[in-house]
């Protein structure tokens, strides 16, 4: 039987970077489909953002799409109270923005290594931050959540997954790990969850050329147990629940959502 989770997340207000493409878009959808409102954060593509919010409001949700740097304190604040002033709080903050910048080691520049940690370790810290203080801010609201505020990281199964020619990414997402279980320490005081989502390989543009032919899918397949590579839905739904009131115990955990890519497949026939 179909489950209705379409009022789960209803009166609740949640901030998705990174949401006009991918991950961050079927996150936000999600999010609006089991009923809260959701800002649409870009960087560089409003058509794009507009689409995702299009399709939200067609389908008789509550959407806005705000443009912010999120590796940019300043901007991130103002971002921050755009939403606050639109929608009058927000309950639930998904930092998910994140880049790829590639390089082998020996050849990696500064300017290549700063750029990934400012975007996907700085920025997750600054959007954690502006939520947290928002989610004091506004007080509890035990009608509406039983927790004052959800924070969710969009990690990576390379947060425990070593990744030759992508240190700078693969360090990014190790860091997140600390951030949330540091953050989630010393928030659950406050009833506010910190959590992470460790995604492994999904069909996005971010790894685009990893699955957008058959040999390329069929090598990344030999990295999945489960034998599927992952689509953004998958993602989005299980966003959507650890933001709800059915997960409210779960704290300062990483979920990963990977087709088993962290069961170690190389030795699945004896290593
Ligand atoms: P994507 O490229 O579609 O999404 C990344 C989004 O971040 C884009 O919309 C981009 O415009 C935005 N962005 C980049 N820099 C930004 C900035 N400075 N400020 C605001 N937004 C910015 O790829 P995706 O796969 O949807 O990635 C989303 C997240 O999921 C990333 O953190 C990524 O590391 C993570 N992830 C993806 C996969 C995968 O297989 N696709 C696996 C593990 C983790």
């Known amino acids: 039987m179909a489950t209705d989770n379409s009022t789960r997340l209803a009166g609740q207000f949640a ?11 079927a996150v936000a959808k ?28 067609d389908a008789g949700g509550q959407a806005l799409a ?5 590796s940019k304190e300043d901007q991130v604040q103002a971002m921050f109270q755009q939403a606050i002033q639109r929608f009058g709080t927000l309950h639930i903050v998904v930092a998910n923005a994140g880049i790829q910048v590639d390089s082998s080691f020996l050849d990696m520049t500064l300017a290549q290594w700063q750029k990934v940690i400012d975007v ?7 959007c954690l931050r502006e939520g947290a203080r928002e989610f004091v801010r506004r007080g509890p609201q035990p009608d509406i959540s039983k927790a004052l505020g959800k924070l969710l ?18 360090t990014s997402k190790g860091g997140i790990l600390q951030l949330m279980k540091s953050t989630a320490q010393e ?3 406050h009833k506010i969850r910190v959590n992470s989502i460790g995604p492994g390989a999904i069909k996005t543009p971010i790894n685009h050329d990893a699955w ?12 999945i147990p489960y034998n599927r590579v992952g689509v953004p839905e998958d993602i989005g739904n299980l966003a959507a629940w650890l933001c709800s009131d059915e997960a409210d115990y779960i704290t300062g955990q990483t979920i990963f ?15």
Do not use: R
């Open 212 to 223: 957008a032919t058959p040999e390329a899918e069929a090598k990344l397949l030999t990295l």
């Open 66 to 70: 705000l443009q912010a740097d999120v």
């Open 120 to 126: 996907n370790l700085t920025g997750q810290f600054l």
């Open 30 to 57: 999600a999010l609006a489909a089991q009923g809260a409102g959701v800002v649409v954060n870009y960087i560089g593509n409003p058509e794009a953002a507009q689409a995702v919010v299009k399709d939200i409001t």
């Open 15 to 25: 901030l998705v970077t990174g949401a006009s493409s991918g991950i961050g878009a």
């Open 187 to 189: 928030l659950a005081p």
């Open 153 to 170: 990281c969009m990690s990576s199964v390379h947060e425990v997954i070593p990744w030759a020619g992508h240190v700078n990414y693969a």
């Open 257 to 271: 959502m990977d087709g088993g890519m962290t069961l170690y497949p190389g030795f699945a026939t004896n290593g």
